[in-house]
T-cell receptor, first 112, second 117 residues
Framework: KQEVTQIPAALSVPEGENLVLNCSFTDSAIYNLQWFRQDPGKGLTSLLLIQSSQREQTSGRLNASLDKSSGRSTLYIAASQPGDSATYLCAVRKTSYDKVIFGPGTSLSVIP | DGGITQSPKYLFRKEGQNVTLSCEQNLNHDAMYWYRQDPGQGLRLIYYSQIVNDFQKGDIAEGYSVSREKKESFPLTVTSAQKNPTAFYLC????????????????FGPGTRLTVL
């Protein structure tokens, strides 16, 4: 059974710092991995989606990498801003026909 | 203005009462999903629907029911059989449930917070 974990559960950094959020999954046979952002009391917004054949995806200050063999993905945020404060969730899908399995999220606070 | 809407934003339920959460999408997506989110836990799938007039149980379907009579609507009923319904409920949709990558990327509504009094 696929399990997704995210460490740390919470992170607080000063503005301007580069940071890395971690996502681990127990079954390396995945179809894709997706990173989401969730603001307090709101729905999820998709940030990046990585296919199993890809190693990374980039969007603006965000870069997500995927290492299937080790069951890990990282979300790199460059030059963090207070507006980046939110909970970041990763989610994996085993095959194109499977449900998405979500991690518990990392709550990020960027201090001005 | 395309997207997914959920109503109400906040909902209060008394013991023994059934309540229905609304989810509507105008994205012309075939697949729709209901998730439950509890503090410190990932989203858990309650029910999903791949196409109109079809739906499947997810991981935590007990105490919940759904219908999919129209493509754009996927209401969730929380019944009195659900013993711990206080949570944040999220609805999502995707072009399709399976197939090519672009088909199964999920888009989420703003959520409904349900509290049992």
């Amino acid at each position: 059974k696929q399990e997704v974990t995210q460490i740390p559960a919470a992170l607080s950094v000063p503005e301007g710092e580069n940071l890395v959020l971690n996502c681990s999954f127990t079954d390396s046979a995945i179809y894709n991995l997706q990173w989401f952002r969730q603001d307090p009391g709101k729905g999820l917004t998709s940030l990046l989606l990585i296919q199993s054949s890809q190693r990374e995806q980039t969007s603006g200050r965000l870069n997500a990498s995927l290492d299937k063999s080790s069951g890990r993905s990282t979300l790199y945020i460059a030059a963090s801003q207070p507006g980046d404060s939110a909970t970041y969730l990763c989610a994996v899908r085993k095959t194109s026909y499977d449900k998405v399995i979500f991690g518990p999220g990392t709550s990020l606070s960027v201090i001005p | 203005d395309g997207g997914i809407t959920q109503s109400p934003k906040y909902l209060f339920r008394k013991e023994g009462q059934n309540v229905t959460l609304s989810c509507e999408q105008n994205l012309n997506h075939d697949a729709m999903y209901w998730y439950r989110q509890d503090p410190g836990q990932g989203l858990r799938l309650i029910y999903y629907s791949q196409i109109v007039n079809d739906f499947q149980k997810g991981d935590i379907a007990e105490g919940y029911s759904v219908s999919r009579e129209k493509k754009e609507s996927f209401p969730l009923t929380v019944t009195s059989a659900q013993k711990n319904p206080t949570a944040f409920y999220l609805c999502a949709s995707s072009i399709g449930f399976a197939g090519v990558l672009s088909y199964n990327e999920q888009f989420f509504g703003p959520g409904t917070r349900l509290t049992v009094l």
